[in-house]
């Protein structure tokens, strides 16, 4: 049995269909990478998988299941129990997503006491250890400050770590490095490769950047106005796949004295 299946979703705004008939199975374990143009609905199937579409949008066809059990009926107490702890996000810019007036330490250990019935002090000793397991030293230090102070690098890291505190079954990533230099983007693309092999987890990422899909991707899907282009493994796409959008979005990655690098 597949850990997700998503099955002929069609997701609407406003009655309007935005994303359609798409069709997506990821095992334990596996890496897939949903790659396309801005606009073409990647974001939005990822966050219907964890019930968080924005503005109204509904899921108005087929059905999302995680780990055989459908995911468009769960109440809000059910959500709150899954989200973070069996299915986590990582989102684009972590430290975005942070109170800029609150400091890290206390935003983790709220998040930590949501999901568990432990003493402040516990929660900040767990969530000390979580930085250190990725690689952010000085924890401690790390706890005491605030999302500003942090490089991007530094705030993803911070954002990966809560969200596999409790060690989720899937991860969903949205666009996890686009707002990093390309040396912290290596840094945090080899972290989600410790991650699928560390705990086991099934990394479903979204990015328009084809050469982080290429490098870390055991399946790739190709989305483009809202429906899905192309698909396949890691090798069809790159050197198999005769779909004509995604031979010219491998064209567009930029090559270095004549080699592509995907």
Not at 173 to 180: F, I, R, Y
Request: aromatic share 6%.
């Amino acid at each position: 049995m597949a850990l997700l299946e998503l099955k002929n979703v069609t997701i609407s705004y406003k009655s309007v269909p935005t994303v359609q008939n798409v069709s997506l199975s990821l095992e334990q374990g596996q890496i897939c990478s949903i790659v396309g143009e801005s606009g073409s609905g990647k974001t939005t199937v990822i966050r219907a998988v964890l019930g968080l579409l924005a503005g109204g949008g509904k899921v108005t066809g087929g059905d999302i299941l995680f780990e055989g059990e459908t995911l468009l009926n769960k109440s809000k107490e059910d959500w709150r129990k899954l989200r973070g702890t069996e299915i986590s996000m990582i989102f684009q810019d972590s430290g975005a997503m942070m109170n800029p007036t609150r400091k890290i330490g206390d935003c983790f250990v709220e998040y930590i006491r949501t999901h568990e019935n432990i003493s402040k002090k516990d929660a900040r000793d767990k969530g000390i250890k979580m930085l250190e397991r990725m690689r952010l030293p000085n924890g401690d230090n790390i706890m005491k400050s605030y999302p500003f102070q942090l490089s991007g690098g530094m705030r993803q890291r911070v954002g990966i770590a809560m969200g596999m505190t409790y060690q989720p079954k899937l991860l969903l990533a949205d666009e996890p490095t686009s707002a990093l230099d390309v040396t912290t983007q290596a840094q945090i693309i080899r972290q989600f490769m410790e991650l699928r092999d560390e705990f086991g987890a099934s990394i479903i990422v979204v990015t328009h950047n084809l050469g982080v899909a290429a490098y870390m991707s055991d399946y790739m899907v190709v989305m483009k106005e809202g429906i899905i282009e192309d698909r396949g493994s890691r090798e069809h796409i790159l050197h198999e796949s005769q779909n004509e959008y995604t031979k010219r979005l491998l064209d567009a990655v930029p090559s270095l004295g004549g080699v592509r690098y995907v």
